[in-house]
């Protein structure tokens, strides 16, 4: 017994010794540290208490030794990139965080700290290491890892390993390891196929996500039988899910997440019944979900969004009592949403937080269901077909947080069912069918709201003057609701607000001084669309500061207001401003302006366009359309090495282009139309805009050639040249216009710029004369395809080249001077809806092949010197006979009988001679008053030529009026046969 005293004395004298004393560093471990800081780039000075003034290394910041033996066990030496909190996926699924810009000061400042340079393999001699977190730097060499014996934990996420040819070789040594984490390596590509010299019998997590892994999942990782985690998110691994994977029983969490994958779910997944979490998110995945998902009983997380399965959920996946999240989003479920909820509530109900069903093909109309989920934290309904009014028991989920209902066909008053969720902090319902009036009462209770998305529906908010919400927003759109018509002075009590979107909601009412003060540091302002007036620059005591600032249909006026250099977008057309630009573009910037998007148009400002744009180096888009301008293009304008939209149409500019434009070589738009500019049209055009999609030189003074250059623009799909004083032949090369063809046609509806630091991309939209009559084009803009060289001065024959053009789709060459036949290939443009001719000296048949052009709808030949039958088909007959008078044709849609001409007209031989020469007075009566009447009418028409003109285009304009909505549909028609083709 005394023994056992004695022995229980001495060990707790000894563990106490132990923990009194200090513990030492071994001095070579020390010294080792030391020549490893040597070789290190440690920018942010993290280890400079590694240092001999400090000899207790087991001391040193990011060192861990053992309590006992003093050895160095852990190397802490990452560097974390910061994790924003991020709230949930807004429209097109951009990232929501708590404070953005605060985010992005620290991702500066994380690059900032990342420790640099080489490992020194001296790393080596810490035999008793057993964690190493070099994660997040920027360094070089792993040939000290074999060393490593005892090492447990490795990671080495995000460090360069491209130049380390031996790295599997090296980490494969290490018989110990168990959590292995390569993610983001950029790791070069050793034989996978030789997996022998391996011994990681011990590993239980491995993760190479993002590792430009290339087509296929090593071998040698199916040999893991301990592996508890593999993560291989973010590679380039085709084809379909390897079956070794069912090889990994204990797996618990399996990652394969933003690859190539394809063909259906592996069966064998299906038999790993440890499996907690299972990540296919963002592959090609097709075929129906198997009913033997409800096998994995242990599973907590199911992301399978964003790939091709189809079918409905299965029955079985109401099994899964331990599920918390599902993410089915992006897939073809064509399911009713009652349907998921009910196999889905008996069992997980009360666990589920998370539930993302967004664009699934969802119908039907939520019901009570929904509130058994009380446990709920984000649903997300958004971008389905789901409609009716929002059940009431939405109120008993109280612990949702984020809600998403956008993009369906939900009506009522939606916060009748929301007004009591205290905890919700994200809420969007924009692009539904809601309707009614929203009192104060209706939102009391959402205190925590910090993003509200409710744009598009039919909702008053009917307040107070001196209400004050209990949340404070961080983001609020609220546009087309009835806010007006006075300013919303509530805005006043939000203290931290960064966007807001209060556009088209019937505001009527001047911008108070308050406004500018409380969004200052917002990154988006939106009061477009209202009928807000007064003078912009008299309610501001500062430039304006917001990053994006839209006030587009207003009634503002007076001077434009000043700009700090943080704006990036500024819209201030449809507005009444006026006076000179020079003030805005010109005083007192004393540093270059971050400016991309600047519209200025439809205003009635005036004077010449000022030439200082050299301070405006990031400019994409610039918009002066529909003004007073007058004056020469200010040579600066060529210094915008960024431009890629230029619009200045529709003023009074004069003078010719000047050269300093041809450095503007990134221009995807050139609108110049409706001006006085003068002189010809430069070879430098085509040479240099070889970007360029649209040329508009309307309704200009240009004289001369067409330069064949322009063929070389492989990218033009609108050359709008009309209404010149251009002369010469038309280019035999415009077949060379490739973007006008089958191989190379646009299926992008939009053209917009891109490149935007925080603004987002612009859409560009611009009038067209088609069929006739002007048109505003955008949202397909981007498909559409023209040439209209009309009313110029053109001579020679129409060349056979520009009927290659088979993608083409609106050609007018009308009101000149062309000679000779039409092409007979003209019936090779398959895709064109209108052919205007009209007013040329064409001559001889129309081509038969002209009846093959299935798409036509306008068809003018009219006034040229054409002869015969008009060619017979499904459209031509459909057309106004006015489109082919002035020829010499004949046959449908005209009245002329082409079997008659050439013959003498027949006589009536019944009666007596003398009655055969009877003279009919009541016919001869009538056939003068007819001949007068028609020569009182026609004469003066076939007589005036302009008058002539104008008549037919009274006729064609209330035609084409008629027509216009089918010619729209008919488009659109063109364009999704050749797509699906």
């Known amino acids: 017994m005394m023994n056992w005293w004695i022995i229980w004395s001495v060990w707790l004298l000894t563990l106490g010794f132990g923990v009194c004393r200090e513990i030492e560093c071994i001095p070579s471990e020390r010294e080792t540290l030391m020549k490893l800081k040597h070789h290190l780039k440690d920018p942010s000075n993290r280890l400079s208490s590694w240092n001999h003034n400090n000899s207790n290394c087991c001391q040193w910041p990011l060192v861990v030794c053992n309590n006992v033996t003093a050895h160095v066990l852990q190397l802490h030496l990452n560097t974390s990139p910061p994790t924003p909190e991020i709230y949930e996926y807004y429209e097109f699924d951009d990232l929501i965080f708590e404070d953005e810009e605060a985010y992005y000061e620290a991702i500066v400042a994380y690059e900032r700290s990342q420790i640099g340079g080489e490992i020194n393999p001296c790393l080596g001699d810490l035999k008793h290491l057993n964690y190493l977190d070099l994660s997040g730097n920027y360094l070089l060499g792993q040939d000290w890892l074999s060393s490593l014996s005892k090492l447990e934990y490795l990671d080495l996420g995000y460090t360069n390993l491209s130049k380390s040819f031996h790295w599997l070789q090296a980490v494969g040594s290490l018989s110990s390891l168990k959590h292995l984490y390569l993610r983001g390596c950029r790791l070069p590509l050793p034989h996978y196929s030789q997996p022998s010299a391996l011994n990681f019998t011990s590993l239980l997590t491995l993760d190479m996500s993002d590792t430009s892994l290339f ?581 020679g024959e129409i060349p056979r080249e520009i009927t290659y053009l088979n993608e083409l789709i609106f050609l007018n060459l009308s009101h000149n001077q062309l000679i000779g036949h039409i092409p007979q290939s003209i019936g090779n443009m398959k895709s064109i809806q209108t052919i205007d001719f009209s007013s040329n000296q064409l001559s001889g048949d129309i081509p038969p092949t002209i009846s093959n052009l299935s798409f036509l709808s306008m068809l003018d030949l009219s006034y040229n010197h054409l002869k015969g039958k008009i060619p017979t088909g499904t459209q031509v007959q459909t057309f106004d006979a006015s489109n082919f008078i002035g020829n010499k044709l004949c046959g449908p849609p005209l009245l002329i009988n082409c079997s008659s001409i050439g013959k003498n007209p027949s006589y009536d031989h019944i009666g007596k001679e003398s009655h055969r020469h009877e003279v009919k007075w009541f016919f001869v009566s009538m056939t003068f008053g007819f001949i007068m009447g028609f020569w009182i009418v026609i004469g003066p028409l076939l007589i005036c030529k302009s008058w002539r003109y104008a008549y037919f285009d009274f006729l064609d304009h209330v035609w084409f009026k008629l027509q216009y909505y089918v010619d729209v549909v008919s488009l659109f028609n063109v364009v999704k046969s050749k797509i699906v083709m």
């Open 215 to 795: 087509s296929f999942v090593p071998k040698w990782i199916f040999g893991l039988a301990k592996l508890v985690s593999l993560q291989l998110r973010g590679n380039n691994i085709q084809g379909p899910i390897p079956d070794g994977i069912q090889n990994l029983t204990l797996l618990q969490n399996l990652d394969l997440s933003e690859n190539l994958l394809s063909s259906s779910i592996l069966d064998g997944l299906y038999s790993l019944g440890h499996l907690k979490f299972l990540n296919l998110e963002y592959n090609n995945l097709n075929g129906s979900i198997s009913n033997a998902l409800g096998n994995l009983t242990s599973l907590v997380g199911l992301h399978l969004s964003y790939n091709q399965l189809e079918g409905k959920i299965p029955t079985s996946l109401g099994n899964l009592c331990n599920l918390r999240e599902i993410g089915s989003s992006y897939l073809k479920l064509n399911q009713q949403v009652n349907e998921i909820l009910q196999i889905l509530a008996p069992c997980i109900s009360h666990g589920l937080t998370t539930l993302r069903l967004q664009s699934s093909q969802l119908s039907g109309n939520l019901t009570d269901e929904i509130g058994v989920f009380k446990n709920i934290v984000r649903l997300d309904f958004s971008n389905n077909s789901i409609g009716g009014a929002l059940p009431r028991s939405f109120g008993k989920l109280s612990s949702l947080k984020a809600l998403l209902l956008s993009k369906n066909h939900f009506t009522g008053n939606p916060f009748e069912s929301l007004k009591s969720l205290s905890n919700l902090t994200y809420l969007s319902i924009f692009d539904n069918l809601f309707q009614g009036i929203v009192k104060e009462d209706d939102v009391a209770n959402l205190m925590r709201l910090k993003y509200f998305m409710a744009r598009g529906s039919n909702l008053t908010l009917k307040v107070g003057p001196n209400w004050h919400p209990s949340f404070q927003l961080t983001y609020l759109d609220m546009s087309s609701w009835q806010l007006g018509p006075n300013f919303p002075s509530w805005l006043l009590s939000q203290n931290k607000p960064q966007g807001i979107d209060i556009s088209n909601t019937g505001i009527l009412d001047s911008i108070p001084t308050w406004f500018w003060r409380t969004f200052s540091q917002a990154s988006y302002v939106n009061l477009s669309h209202n009928h807000i007036f007064g003078e912009l620059a008299t309610t501001l005591r500062n430039p304006i500061s917001t990053i994006t600032v839209d006030l587009n249909t207003n009634h503002l006026c007076g001077k434009l207001p000043y700009l700090s250099n943080n704006v990036y977008w500024l819209d201030l057309s449809s507005n009444s401003f006026s006076g000179s630009m020079d003030d805005f573009l010109c005083k007192n910037l004393d540093k270059p302006m971050h400016l991309e998007l600047l519209n200025l148009a439809s205003n009635n400002l005036s004077g010449q366009i000022p030439d200082c744009w050299k301070i405006w180096p990031f400019l994409l888009d610039v918009n002066l359309q529909s003004n007073l301008f007058v004056g020469n293009l200010p040579p600066s304008i060529g210094s915008l090495a960024k431009l890629q939209f230029l619009q200045i149409r529709n003023n009074s500019l004069s003078g010719t282009l000047p050269t300093t434009l041809k450095k503007n070589i990134q221009l995807i738009s050139l609108d110049l139309g409706e001006n006085n500019l003068t002189g010809t049209i430069p070879m430098w055009v085509g040479e240099r805009f070889i970007n360029l999609r649209i040329l508009g030189f309307r309704s200009n003074n240009f004289s001369g050639h067409i330069p064949n250059e322009i063929c070389g623009m492989s990218h033009l799909q609108v050359l709008d040249l009309a209404h010149n004083k251009l002369s010469g032949n038309i280019p035999s090369c415009f077949n060379h216009l490739n973007a006008m063809t089958i191989m190379n046609k646009s299926t992008d509806p939009l053209i917009q710029t891109f490149d935007y630091s925080y603004s987002g991309s612009s859409i560009i939209s611009m009038p067209l004369w088609l069929k006739g009559r002007e048109d505003e084009y955008k949202s397909f803009l981007g498909l559409v395809t023209n040439i209209d060289l009309s009313n110029n001065k053109l001579s």
